[in-house]
Antibody
Framework: QVQLQESGPGLVKPSGTLSLTCAVS?????????WSWVRQSPEKGLEWIGE???????NYNPSLKSRVTILMDKSKNQFSLNLSSVTAADTAVYYC??????????WGQGILVTVSS | EIVLTQSPATLSLSPGETATLSCRAS???????SAWYQQKPGQPPRLLIY???TRATGIPDRFTGSGSGTDFTLTITRLEPEDFAVYFC???????????FGRGTKLQIK
Protein backbone atom coordinates (compact mmCIF):
# COMPACT_ATOMS: atom_id res chain seq x y z
CA GLN A 1 0.00 0.00 0.00
CA VAL A 2 1.35 3.39 -1.01
CA GLN A 3 1.88 5.73 1.92
CA LEU A 4 3.30 9.25 2.02
CA GLN A 5 4.36 11.19 5.10
CA GLU A 6 5.36 14.83 5.24
CA SER A 7 7.85 16.09 7.79
CA GLY A 8 9.59 19.34 8.62
CA PRO A 9 9.34 22.46 10.78
CA GLY A 10 5.86 23.69 11.57
CA LEU A 11 7.06 27.25 12.04
CA VAL A 12 9.20 29.31 9.66
CA LYS A 13 10.26 32.91 10.03
CA PRO A 14 9.34 35.49 7.39
CA SER A 15 11.96 35.78 4.62
CA GLY A 16 13.25 32.34 5.55
CA THR A 17 13.08 29.07 3.63
CA LEU A 18 10.41 26.45 4.13
CA SER A 19 11.85 22.94 3.82
CA LEU A 20 9.73 19.79 3.86
CA THR A 21 10.38 16.14 3.12
CA CYS A 22 7.97 13.51 1.88
CA ALA A 23 8.84 9.92 2.77
CA VAL A 24 7.22 7.34 0.52
CA SER A 25 6.63 3.73 1.53
CA UNK A 26 5.06 0.82 -0.29
CA UNK A 27 6.13 2.13 -3.69
CA UNK A 28 9.37 3.15 -5.36
CA UNK A 29 9.69 6.78 -6.39
CA UNK A 30 12.01 5.54 -9.11
CA UNK A 31 8.98 4.32 -11.03
CA UNK A 32 7.49 6.37 -13.82
CA UNK A 33 5.01 8.44 -11.83
CA UNK A 34 5.51 12.09 -11.05
CA TRP A 35 5.36 13.26 -7.43
CA SER A 36 3.71 16.51 -6.40
CA TRP A 37 3.54 19.07 -3.64
CA VAL A 38 0.18 20.76 -3.05
CA ARG A 39 -0.76 23.29 -0.40
CA GLN A 40 -4.07 24.43 1.02
CA SER A 41 -5.05 27.61 2.79
CA PRO A 42 -8.40 29.31 3.43
CA GLU A 43 -7.31 32.26 1.29
CA LYS A 44 -6.07 30.42 -1.79
CA GLY A 45 -7.72 27.03 -1.52
CA LEU A 46 -5.84 24.10 -3.02
CA GLU A 47 -2.74 25.20 -4.89
CA TRP A 48 -0.43 22.90 -6.81
CA ILE A 49 3.20 23.82 -6.13
CA GLY A 50 5.17 21.55 -8.41
CA GLU A 51 6.22 18.02 -9.33
CA UNK A 52 9.24 15.83 -9.89
CA UNK A 53 9.91 12.53 -11.65
CA UNK A 54 12.64 9.92 -11.20
CA UNK A 55 14.88 11.54 -13.86
CA UNK A 56 15.01 14.68 -11.74
CA UNK A 57 12.89 16.66 -14.17
CA UNK A 58 10.59 19.15 -12.51
CA ASN A 59 7.64 21.37 -13.29
CA TYR A 60 6.61 24.27 -11.09
CA ASN A 61 3.56 26.46 -10.69
CA PRO A 62 4.47 29.62 -12.64
CA SER A 63 3.27 31.78 -9.75
CA LEU A 64 5.80 30.15 -7.38
CA LYS A 65 8.53 29.11 -9.79
CA SER A 66 11.08 31.72 -8.73
CA ARG A 67 10.97 30.50 -5.11
CA VAL A 68 10.49 26.72 -5.40
CA THR A 69 12.91 23.83 -5.62
CA ILE A 70 11.82 20.19 -5.56
CA LEU A 71 14.44 17.47 -5.24
CA MET A 72 14.41 13.69 -5.06
CA ASP A 73 16.53 11.28 -3.01
CA LYS A 74 15.99 7.86 -4.55
CA SER A 75 18.27 6.15 -2.01
CA LYS A 76 15.87 7.19 0.75
CA ASN A 77 12.72 6.93 -1.37
CA GLN A 78 11.77 10.48 -0.58
CA PHE A 79 11.43 13.87 -2.19
CA SER A 80 11.61 17.36 -0.78
CA LEU A 81 10.29 20.89 -1.14
CA ASN A 82 12.16 24.13 -0.57
CA LEU A 83 10.24 27.41 -0.74
CA SER A 84 12.34 30.52 -0.23
CA SER A 85 11.55 34.08 0.86
CA VAL A 86 8.38 33.03 2.63
CA THR A 87 5.73 35.43 3.89
CA ALA A 88 2.56 35.01 5.88
CA ALA A 89 0.80 34.22 2.59
CA ASP A 90 2.73 30.94 2.49
CA THR A 91 1.09 29.72 5.68
CA ALA A 92 -0.82 26.60 4.69
CA VAL A 93 -1.19 22.87 5.06
CA TYR A 94 1.35 21.28 2.74
CA TYR A 95 0.65 17.91 1.15
CA CYS A 96 2.80 15.58 -0.89
CA UNK A 97 1.08 13.29 -3.37
CA UNK A 98 1.63 10.77 -6.14
CA UNK A 99 0.51 11.66 -9.63
CA UNK A 100 -1.29 9.21 -11.87
CA UNK A 101 -3.48 9.78 -14.92
CA UNK A 102 -3.15 13.57 -14.58
CA UNK A 103 -4.45 13.57 -11.02
CA UNK A 104 -3.15 12.82 -7.51
CA UNK A 105 -4.17 9.36 -6.30
CA UNK A 106 -2.25 9.03 -3.04
CA TRP A 107 -1.76 11.85 -0.56
CA GLY A 108 0.08 12.37 2.70
CA GLN A 109 -1.87 13.51 5.74
CA GLY A 110 -0.48 17.03 5.39
CA ILE A 111 1.62 19.26 7.60
CA LEU A 112 0.66 22.72 8.79
CA VAL A 113 3.40 25.27 8.23
CA THR A 114 2.99 28.68 9.79
CA VAL A 115 5.10 31.66 8.73
CA SER A 116 5.54 33.94 11.69
CA SER A 117 8.25 35.68 13.66
CA GLU B 1 -3.75 29.97 -16.58
CA ILE B 2 -6.98 28.00 -16.40
CA VAL B 3 -9.53 29.27 -13.89
CA LEU B 4 -12.06 26.76 -12.57
CA THR B 5 -15.42 27.95 -11.31
CA GLN B 6 -17.41 25.52 -9.20
CA SER B 7 -21.10 25.88 -8.51
CA PRO B 8 -22.94 26.01 -6.32
CA ALA B 9 -20.64 27.03 -3.50
CA THR B 10 -22.89 25.21 -1.05
CA LEU B 11 -25.46 22.52 -1.70
CA SER B 12 -27.93 21.42 0.95
CA LEU B 13 -29.55 18.04 0.39
CA SER B 14 -30.94 15.12 2.34
CA PRO B 15 -29.63 11.56 2.42
CA GLY B 16 -31.06 9.56 -0.46
CA GLU B 17 -31.21 12.55 -2.81
CA THR B 18 -29.04 13.24 -5.86
CA ALA B 19 -26.31 15.89 -5.90
CA THR B 20 -25.18 17.60 -9.10
CA LEU B 21 -21.96 19.59 -8.85
CA SER B 22 -20.65 21.76 -11.67
CA CYS B 23 -17.15 22.83 -12.70
CA ARG B 24 -16.58 25.30 -15.53
CA ALA B 25 -13.14 25.96 -16.97
CA SER B 26 -12.08 29.31 -18.44
CA UNK B 27 -10.70 27.51 -21.48
CA UNK B 28 -11.23 24.14 -23.08
CA UNK B 29 -9.25 21.24 -21.64
CA UNK B 30 -8.85 17.63 -22.67
CA UNK B 31 -11.17 15.14 -20.98
CA UNK B 32 -8.12 13.13 -19.93
CA UNK B 33 -7.03 16.02 -17.75
CA SER B 34 -10.12 16.48 -15.54
CA ALA B 35 -10.49 15.09 -12.01
CA TRP B 36 -12.72 15.34 -8.91
CA TYR B 37 -11.80 15.03 -5.23
CA GLN B 38 -13.68 14.71 -1.95
CA GLN B 39 -12.30 16.24 1.22
CA LYS B 40 -13.48 15.84 4.80
CA PRO B 41 -12.28 17.99 7.72
CA GLY B 42 -8.75 17.19 8.82
CA GLN B 43 -8.14 14.84 5.91
CA PRO B 44 -6.33 15.19 2.59
CA PRO B 45 -8.33 15.25 -0.63
CA ARG B 46 -9.42 11.85 -1.87
CA LEU B 47 -9.42 11.15 -5.60
CA LEU B 48 -12.89 10.21 -6.85
CA ILE B 49 -12.80 10.64 -10.62
CA TYR B 50 -10.01 11.03 -13.17
CA UNK B 51 -10.10 11.36 -16.94
CA UNK B 52 -13.44 13.16 -16.49
CA UNK B 53 -15.40 9.94 -15.98
CA THR B 54 -13.25 7.11 -14.62
CA ARG B 55 -13.83 6.21 -11.00
CA ALA B 56 -10.73 5.80 -8.87
CA THR B 57 -10.09 2.55 -7.04
CA GLY B 58 -12.72 1.78 -4.42
CA ILE B 59 -15.09 4.59 -5.38
CA PRO B 60 -18.72 3.42 -5.45
CA ASP B 61 -20.76 3.70 -8.63
CA ARG B 62 -22.98 6.29 -6.97
CA PHE B 63 -20.30 8.75 -8.07
CA THR B 64 -20.35 9.66 -11.77
CA GLY B 65 -18.20 12.14 -13.62
CA SER B 66 -19.15 13.58 -16.97
CA GLY B 67 -18.48 16.48 -19.29
CA SER B 68 -16.00 17.73 -21.81
CA GLY B 69 -14.46 20.92 -23.13
CA THR B 70 -15.15 23.55 -20.50
CA ASP B 71 -18.04 22.01 -18.54
CA PHE B 72 -17.70 19.09 -16.18
CA THR B 73 -20.16 17.56 -13.73
CA LEU B 74 -19.96 15.29 -10.71
CA THR B 75 -23.21 13.49 -9.91
CA ILE B 76 -23.71 11.65 -6.63
CA THR B 77 -26.85 9.53 -6.43
CA ARG B 78 -28.51 8.05 -3.34
CA LEU B 79 -26.57 10.32 -0.98
CA GLU B 80 -25.14 8.56 2.07
CA PRO B 81 -24.28 10.35 5.35
CA GLU B 82 -20.55 9.91 4.59
CA ASP B 83 -20.91 11.78 1.27
CA PHE B 84 -21.40 15.14 2.97
CA ALA B 85 -18.06 16.86 2.44
CA VAL B 86 -16.32 19.40 0.20
CA TYR B 87 -15.75 18.50 -3.45
CA PHE B 88 -13.04 19.96 -5.67
CA CYS B 89 -12.54 19.76 -9.40
CA UNK B 90 -9.10 19.85 -10.95
CA UNK B 91 -7.70 20.36 -14.41
CA UNK B 92 -4.26 19.73 -15.83
CA UNK B 93 -2.84 21.92 -18.56
CA UNK B 94 0.26 20.98 -20.51
CA UNK B 95 1.53 24.36 -21.58
CA UNK B 96 3.10 25.06 -19.19
CA UNK B 97 2.54 21.86 -17.20
CA UNK B 98 0.45 22.64 -14.15
CA UNK B 99 -2.60 21.60 -12.16
CA UNK B 100 -5.40 23.95 -11.13
CA PHE B 101 -8.11 23.36 -8.54
CA GLY B 102 -11.54 24.89 -8.17
CA ARG B 103 -12.57 26.55 -4.90
CA GLY B 104 -14.87 23.71 -4.00
CA THR B 105 -18.53 22.90 -3.39
CA LYS B 106 -19.61 22.14 0.15
CA LEU B 107 -22.25 19.43 0.24
CA GLN B 108 -24.10 19.69 3.53
CA ILE B 109 -27.00 17.91 5.14
CA LYS B 110 -30.33 19.71 4.81
Amino acid sequence: QVQLQESGPGLVKPSGTLSLTCAVSGYSISNTQWWSWVRQSPEKGLEWIGEIVHTGSTNYNPSLKSRVTILMDKSKNQFSLNLSSVTAADTAVYYCARNDFYSQDYWGQGILVTVSS
Amino acid sequence: EIVLTQSPATLSLSPGETATLSCRASQSVGDTFSAWYQQKPGQPPRLLIYGASTRATGIPDRFTGSGSGTDFTLTITRLEPEDFAVYFCQQYSSSPPQYTFGRGTKLQIK
